[in-house]
């Protein structure tokens, strides 16, 4: 499966929520995922995630060929508070050269 296969199953199951293409079925995820692991018994197989843009949104979709499954995470939810900087923590290094004789 290519890019814009990929770009047109995730934009129709955003904005539609059909979970459903052609035979492809499509299975949303927690946010923030990155790679997923599809288990088939007692053995498991990455699904590496690629970025996506949706009116505005940004997903991770990921396809397994074995099962024929588009695997969707939004990146950030809407709902939970951005992170922030720890602005208030200064940071600052001391630095000395190490001590005559140990080997670099």
Do not use: C
């Amino acid at each position: 499966m290519n890019g814009i296969q990929m770009l047109k199953i995730v934009e129709e199951y955003i904005r539609k929520g059909g979970t459903e293409y052609g035979d492809i079925r499509v299975m949303r995820l927690p946010d923030q995922k990155t790679v997923f692991v599809e288990l088939n018994g007692d053995m498991g197989r990455s699904i590496l995630m690629t970025e996506y843009q949706v009116d505005g949104k940004h997903y991770r979709a990921g396809y397994s060929q074995r099962s024929e499954t588009v695997y969707v995470s939004q990146v950030a939810s809407t709902s939970s508070p951005k992170p922030r900087v720890a602005e208030s923590f200064p940071v600052s290094i001391d630095w000395a050269p190490p001590p005559h004789g140990w080997a670099s």
